[in-house]
C-alpha cells in the first residue's frame, strides 16, 4: 500500500453534535430507548432539545469523528459527506477541515439544514441518541470523487449511511471504486438497529466486498441473529480478511485468515461519555493498519483511542492523541 | 429584600462562545493581544476562525454566564439580551431557559446575526477573545421588561453592554427602574480595555448609581488610573456599597463601609481554562449576597464558583456547581 495520497477516505453522514447531560428519569419521560441511535424528524428531535438541559454542540458523525481522529494521529485522510450551507454545515466544514482533513463535497444551497444528533448522556455514560438527517439525505454518487477513493489506502463507510436512501448509491460507488483500484473498503455497522434495519444488505455487502468489518459484539449478534459473541465469531469467519469485533472493557477480537486473536482493553481512568468510543477504535485500528502494523498492534492502537474518548465528553479527542498513543503503548509491553 | 420573584436578572450581550485550543504562536501569527477581548466584524471573526483549529459551541456571554451559574445554585433569575432567530440565537434561548431562568427578549427577526465571540485558549489557560456583537447592538431600553427589573433584588449589568450603542439606554433604564423600585444594582467592568474604552461613564455610574462593583485587579487599576492595586483600592472607598476586588490565585478583597476585608482564594487542583472565572466568581457572590450572606461569605462562595469554572473547558459549570459550593464551604471551615 504505497504512493497513497491518502490513508483512509471516510464516507458517512455530516453532523453536528448537541451533546446535553441527562438521567434515566428523563430518557423514560420521553420514552427513549437507552443507547440507541433513533431517527427523528426536526419536530421530534425539537420536542426533546426543549425539554433538555444546557448543550454543547461539536461537530460528530460517526465516519467523521473516525477521521478526525486519524487526522490528529497524523494520518492523512479525507471525507465526504453532505451538509447544507448553514451555521452548523460551516461548524462541521470548518472542523473537519482544521485539521487536515481533505472535505470538499459541496454543500446543499437549499432543502433541509445540516444534520444534527441530540446525545442524551446519562451518569453512567452511556448515550442515547436521537439523529435528524437532515441535508445528509443528499449526499449522491456524484458527491463522492473517485479520484479521492483511488489515492487513498482504504476507503471507510459507516453503516448509518445505509438510513439515507440515496446515500445507499453513493456508499455502492465508492466500494466499487476502490476495489477496483486495488484499494480496500471498510465498513463499520455503527449500531444494532442499524444492522436490524439493513441486515440483508449488509450481509451481502461482507460477503466480498468489504475487506476489513468493524462492528461491537451488539452488531455482530444482531447481523447474525445469535445470542451468542463466540457464535457470531464463527459466523464471521471467511467472510471478510479481517474483522475487528469490540467488547468493551472485555478488549476486541480480530478475526482473519490468521485465526482469532483476543487482545485486552487499554486501561481508562475514568468513563465520562462513550460517545464515539467505536468511532475512536476504528481510527486506531485503521492508523496502524495503514502503517502495516500487525493485526494485533492495530486492535491495541484502537483501545487506546477508545480509552482516550471515553474520558471525556465528546467524540473527538481534546487531548493529543499522537502523544497518548506512544506512551500507552510503551506502558502497554512494559505492563505484559 | 423579601417578596421578590427574582434574586438577580442580568442584561448583557447574548453570544454564543466557539471555543478553541491553541498556542501562543497562533496569536502572534494573527497579530492578537493575549487575554484581551477584541470587538471584530463578521468578516474578521470568519478569518481567524477559519485558520483555527477544531472548536465547540457553547453559549456565552458575561452576564449570561453569571446568571447562568446563579441559575445552576438554584437561585432565581432573570436575562435580557438579544439575539437574532437563527441557529445560534436558538442555541443561546434553549441555554438559559433551560436552567429555569425567564428569558423572554423578543429575538431580532432579520439584520446582523446573533453574536459570536471567538475564544482561544492557550495553554498556560489564558483565554483571547475575538467578538463580533452581531444582534447584539439591538438591545433597546424597550427589550427590558421593568415588572422584572422591580422584581428582582439586584439588577445585574456587564460593562461590555456598554459597547453596542443602543444598550447603553437600556442599561440606564433598567438602572434607574431598579434604584426607583428600592432594588440593588450591580455592575460588573468586564475587561481593562472596556474600561479605557468607558472610564468616564464608569465613574459616573459608579458615583451614586451603582451598589455592588465586581472587577478584577487590571480593571479597577485602569478605571483609576493607577498602577497599584492598594492605591484603586483607596480610590473605590465610598464610592459605592461594596467594591468585590477579584485578584486571580491571591483570592478578593471586598471594600464597604465596614473596611476592606481579604479572603483567600479556593483551592484549584487544575487551571485549563480562565473563560468564565470573573462571571462565576460575580455568581458566587451575588448567591450569597441575596441569601442575607455577610460579605466575607459571599467572597467565599464566589471564589469557589470562579474555581470550579477555570478547572474545565467553557464558563459555565459541567459540574454539580451546588453540590461542589456546599462541600468546599465545609472543607474551607475545616481548613482555617
Redesign the interface.
Known sequence: MTNSRFDVVGIGNAIVDVLT?TDDAFLDQQGLAKGAMTLVDEAQAAKV??K????????GGSAANTI?VMAGLGAKCAFAGKVRN???GR?FA???Q??GVHFDTAPAEDGPATANCLVLVTPDAQRTMLTYLGASIHLKPADVDLEVIKAAKVTYLEGYLWDPEDAKAAFRTAAQAARAAGREVSLSLSDPFCVDRHRADFLDLIEGHVDILFANEAEIMALYQVDDFDAAVEKVKGHCKVAALTRSEKGSVVVSAAGVEAVKAAPVTQVIDTTGAGDAYAAGFLYGYTRDEDLAACARMGGIAAAEVIAQ??A?P?TDLKAALALKLRNWDAAD
Chains 1, 2 share one sequence.
Open positions: 447531560q432539545y426543549d433538555a438541559g444546557p448543550a454543547i454542540e461539536c461537530s478526525a448553514d451555521a452548523f461548524i470548518h472542523d473537519i482544521s485539521l465528553i465528546g473527538r481534546e
